[in-house]
């Protein structure tokens, strides 16, 4: 399976930006989809999940403000972000899984594809 990541860019704090992952290669119903992000200086970092059935999962520091969806006729997962915060700048990553286990939707080794990241920078 393949994963094409793509939005993200400047912003300013309170802003909003979409990030979208393209999935190919494989039945998009089938996968798990999750966002992880990373600063340069710390690990990766769970940011949101959304299950097969639409189910979504977020970390404690974007729930309220981060939204994961899913449209199965595009094959693509998205992530609305609002009220962006200079702690949000890092590079996001979109991973698939078509194996990982609910207890395991936060933990980025549970996933066994990954896109090639997207840089997202706010600025106050």
């Known amino acids: 399976v393949q994963l094409q990541a793509s939005g993200g860019g400047l912003a300013q704090v309170g802003d909003s930006l979409r990030l979208s992952c393209a999935l190919s290669g494989s039945s998009f119903r089938n996968y798990v989809l999750a966002w992880f992000r990373q600063d340069p200086e710390k690990e990766r970092e769970f940011v949101a999940a959304?299950?097969?059935?639409?189910?979504?999962y977020y970390s404690d520091s974007v729930k309220g403000r981060f939204t994961i969806s899913r449209d199965t006729a595009k094959s693509t997962v998205y992530l609305d972000m609002n009220s962006l915060k200079p702690e949000d700048t890092a590079v996001y990553y979109c991973?698939?899984?078509?194996?990982?286990?609910?207890?395991?939707?936060?933990?980025?080794?549970?996933?066994?594809?990954w896109g090639q990241g997207t840089q997202v920078t706010v600025s106050s």
């Open positions: 959304i299950g097969r059935g639409r189910t979504p």
């Open positions: 991973a698939a899984s078509s194996s990982v286990i609910l207890s395991q939707y936060r933990v980025s080794a549970a996933y066994n594809s």
